[in-house]
């Protein structure tokens, strides 16, 4: 989880969007079902591409199905490049979907599968076919165009999807759970060649993903939805930093307090005090990542009584080359430690603990 | 351009060609008695009587038997009217699965439960009301006979229709489990790409249900070949235009049962090499 | 079970003796006039059950003879079991109870004579006559054997296999007739059904069918027919089990009395 944060700021700044410009997606999504509702609003420019994050169950794929038409809108609207395609059938609406588990047409080769697309939408069959060809080539798939699905691999299937999404030109390219379906390995290349290929495209993209990130390598600009509503945009960079919910905290790896700040010192809702470098007042939030945490054994003699809480420990886990540690007590909170920083401390379930945080490394920012 | 993803270097959860015949328990673990026993007892239920068939065939006097004009008449007949059968149901059987499957409408499951009337009703009552209903005097037949000049009984159309109605329930069944059990995203995948609902169901659907439907052709065509009791009934038996196979063992049963047994053993051969044949080119995942 | 199925095996082995013999045999066993199952109308003793195979086409003469028969015996009940004579006739010589066997031809008696399955020689308690049913009102204004074959008009005959298609094929030889029907019928009541559906503008059935039928067909009385009569033979089963009863139904088959019930359905007498 900090590696994802770290990357996310290691990303150029991303292009300004342009939400409320004539060209792109501008829609407000309501789906109502027996016990749920999905009611979000969207927009995007052309060229940028949007993530919705969110956890399982939050609304994302039923927002994604309603942008292609696949799902009614119980309400809202939906405009793209200035015409309403609320009422427009699927068939007929100028998106293209990267199905999460692809859905490539079993029985056709990957070149026929490309090619469905320019088919339906009037392209000769030779005509279809050179269209779909080109797009395997730029896709690096040519020697595959022969190949049935079944035969490809994880990474080519999902490059043929991409292809045949976007042979049909589309002015909205939907990508659901792209990367979900791939193995760790093969994952990496194919998110750098996904962002490539997104890079390029001209139009808006749309990527539903639970994970943080293939939404920050992937995305300019993250839309964080949880139980059908939207609860945090921005830049990847934006919400790595500044997480306004717990889910997004803990996507981002950063331990998230909510409190009232008084100057330097953020009094927590329910809990100790803790001390920042920002001056600020009003309900704020305040947030630290669990490698800023330093533990000891045995209260630091000579510490400063700031920040340094009395803790003990509910669970260890490693998480890369690191121990990450779940401390409740004073602050629940999460730390990061060498294992021999681990081994040293004697640190084990049940054990007491003091966690000290610097106040440079936090971070408060209004709520 | 590097293809960083040859197949096989991706480790996913692609597995290689299902194999055709594969042993559940993979031979460790022994075969649980109360399902060998009666499995081992359904098979011997089910073959014994076509055993018997075969024991008791007068073989010596069945080339004499077997070369009357009459019997490949018949056998040609039976072979034709089954296929055409079998043609007419799958033309209008999987339409109506699909709409079985893929649409709501009120009443559909009452309107499932009406298709699968022709597998309950004897088929002599079948073939009444078959009469009733395309006969010369029937409710809609009157009126192929005043318009078209078209009269159905006593024909080897009407043998057809006869076989096809009580055959296509078979197949509408065997396709609307088959579309069921296909993934309806595939023809959702293809309204995005631009695909009708009709293009999406003959250029995507329609290949991926193509084994459920040669299934259920292949069920349809057996049952009927088979068909006696409404052909009987509705097409009458006249040698070389009604009388299909299952008419002459029958009738020949009444005063020849050699040459009903005769007869039987052929259409038996003719079934067990068409099923076995068809069986091997298109039932198998390809 | 295990006689049934040695008498099966028996059965087999016969079947190859080939069907001319069958035939001739059935020919010699129908000619004789059986006095075995007279008289003795006032046995007073008489009870349990008969249980009686009939042609199909007996099945109204016989249910209502089987009702008297038991108000005049109280304490019997006669079971009847209605089919095609050819199949009854497979059934009693595979060994199924019954004891008295009613058939609508000589030859399907022959059948059970042959396996020795008959107490005494079967007798001809009644006669059936071909009739044409056609269409009610008769619109294509058949009066005779020789409109049959003109074209255009839709005639069912019943298979030859079948008793009424041979007694019809018969009628025909002896008219010097040609007919070509749109189908042979498996039994009579399929030739005549199409007949009531006005499927067939004629067919060629019994008497007692057309009788039957009511007045969804008509029937047309024919010259030729005299020469293709069917007798119904009826004889007592060896392995009756209520053999006293059963000739007691029998002779009341043969009486006055059975032969105006069977009279009112179309028989002719023997």
Excluded at chain 1, 30 to 36: E, K, T
Excluded at chain 1, 220 to 234: A, H, I, N, S, T
Excluded at chain 3, 59 to 80: A, C, I, N, R, Y
């Amino acid at each position: 989880m900090t590696n994802s944060a770290e990357s996310a700021r290691n990303l150029p700044a991303p292009p300004t969007a342009h939400p409320h410009g004539p060209g792109g997606l501008h829609a407000r999504l309501v789906v109502d079902r027996p016990g749920f509702r999905l009611d979000v609003t969207l927009a995007a420019a052309p060229g940028e591409v949007l993530a919705l994050l969110g956890p399982n169950g939050a609304g994302k794929t039923t927002a994604l199905r309603a942008l292609a038409g696949l799902t009614p809108l119980t309400d809202g609207h939906l405009r793209l490049d200035g015409a309403s395609l609320e009422h427009t059938p699927p068939e007929s609406r100028p998106v293209g979907v990267v199905f999460q588990d692809y859905l490539l047409f079993p029985h056709l080769s990957a070149l026929d599968n490309v090619a469905f697309g320019p088919r339906c939408r009037g392209a000769g069959k030779a005509e279809a076919r050179a269209l779909a060809a080109a797009w395997l080539e730029r896709m690096g798939l040519a020697p595959q165009a022969d190949t049935k699905p079944r035969r490809l691999s994880g990474g080519q299937a999902q490059r043929v999807a991409l292809a045949r999404a976007l042979a049909t030109r589309p002015r909205l390219l939907l990508l659901d759970e792209p990367l979900a379906a791939l193995d760790a390995r093969t994952r990496l290349e194919v998110r750098a060649r996904l962002r490539r290929h997104l890079a390029e495209f001209e139009a808006v993209s749309v990527l539903v993903t639970h994970d943080p990130l293939d939404a920050m390598v992937l995305a300019d600009r993250l839309v964080v939805v949880e139980r059908g509503r939207v609860v945090q945009e921005g830049t990847p960079a934006d919400i790595a930093r500044r997480p306004r919910t717990d889910y997004i905290a803990r996507l981002v790896g950063l331990n998230l307090y909510r409190g009232l700040a008084a100057g330097h010192t953020v009094r927590l809702d329910d809990g100790p005090a803790i001390t920042t470098t920002e001056e600020l007042s009003g309900p704020v939030f305040v947030a630290f990542p669990p490698s800023a945490v330093t533990l000891f054994r045995n209260r630091p003699a000579g510490a400063s009584a700031r920040n340094l809480w009395r803790c003990e420990v509910a669970g260890l886990q490693t998480h890369g080359d690191q121990i990450r540690a779940d401390l409740t007590g004073e602050l629940p909170l999460a730390a990061d430690l060498t294992t021999l920083a681990a081994a040293e401390l004697d640190l084990r379930p049940g054990a007491p603990v003091w966690a000290t945080v610097k106040a440079t490394q936090t971070h408060a920012y209004p709520a | 351009m590097t293809p960083p993803d040859a197949p096989g270097a991706a480790a996913g959860p692609r597995t290689d060609r299902p194999r055709r015949l594969r042993t559940g328990t993979g031979g460790r673990r022994g075969v649980p008695l109360p399902l060998l026993l009666p499995g081992v007892l359904a098979l011997a239920f089910l073959l014994l009587p076509l055993l018997a068939l075969l024991v008791r065939a007068p073989w010596r006097s069945l080339p004499g038997q077997l070369t009357g004009p009459e019997v490949w008449q018949a056998l040609q007949l039976s072979l034709v009217s089954a296929t055409a059968a079998t043609a007419v149901s799958v033309v209008l059987g999987v339409p109506l699965a699909w709409l079985l499957a893929r649409t709501r409408f009120p009443g559909r499951g009452f309107v499932r439960a009406l298709v699968t009337l022709p597998l309950v009703l004897p088929p002599v009552v079948g073939g009444v009301a078959l009469l009733l209903a395309l006969g010369r005097n029937g409710v809609i037949g009157r009126w192929l006979d005043s318009w078209f000049g078209i009269t159905l009984p006593f024909t080897t159309a009407g043998v057809v229709v006869a076989e096809a109605f009580v055959a296509m329930p078979f197949l509408v069944i065997s396709v609307e489990g088959t579309l069921r059990a296909a993934d309806p995203r595939y023809e959702e995948a293809a309204a995005t790409l631009g695909a009708s609902r009709f293009t999406a169901f003959r250029r995507v659907t329609l290949p991926l249900i193509a084994p459920g439907i040669a299934a259920g052709a292949v069920l349809a065509w057996a049952r009927a070949l088979g068909e006696f009791g409404a052909t009987i009934t509705f097409a009458g038996n006249f040698p070389g235009r009604t009388q299909t196979m299952p008419l002459a063992v029958y009738l020949a049963l009444q005063n020849d049962p050699e040459a009903a047994v005769s007869l039987s053993l052929v259409l038996l051969a003719v079934s067990i090499t068409v099923l076995a044949g068809l069986r091997d080119r298109w039932m198998t995942p390809s | 079970m295990t006689r049934s199925v040695r008498r099966t095996r028996r059965r087999w082995q016969l079947t190859g003796a080939g069907a001319a013999a069958l035939m001739a045999l059935a020919a010699c066993s129908s000619s004789t006039d059986s006095p075995g199952a007279s008289g003795t109308t006032a046995s007073p003793k008489l009870s349990g059950t008969v249980t009686v195979f009939a042609a199909a086409s007996l099945k109204e003469s016989f249910t209502t003879l089987g009702e008297k028969f038991e108000q005049d015996h109280p304490g019997t009940k006669v079971s009847f079991n209605f089919g095609g004579s050819d199949s009854l006739a497979a059934s009693i010589t595979a060994g199924a109870p019954a004891d008295v066997f009613a058939a609508a031809s000589p030859k399907t008696m022959a059948l059970v004579t042959d396996r020795k399955d008959t107490a005494g020689t079967p007798a001809t308690f009644v006669r059936n006559q071909l009739q044409i049913a056609t269409v009610p009102g008769n619109p294509h204004k058949v009066s005779s054997l020789k409109d049959l074959t003109r074209s255009g008009l839709k005639v069912v005959l019943c298979d030859r296999t079948v008793p009424c298609g041979a007694a019809a094929q018969k009628a025909l030889d002896a008219g010097r007739l040609k007919l070509t029907p749109v189908s042979y019928e498996q039994d009579v009541k399929g030739a005549l059904t199409k007949v009531e559906l006005k499927e067939a503008d004629a067919a060629v059935v019994y008497r007692t069918d057309v009788k039957a039928a009511g007045d969804k067909v008509d029937g047309v009385e024919f010259p030729e027919s005299a020469g293709a009569i069917n007798d119904y033979p009826i004889a007592l089963l060896k392995n009756a089990r209520n053999g006293e009863a059963a000739e007691a139904f029998i002779a009341l088959v043969r009486s006055a009395e059975g032969q105006r019930v069977l009279s009112r359905a179309g028989f002719l007498k023997p």
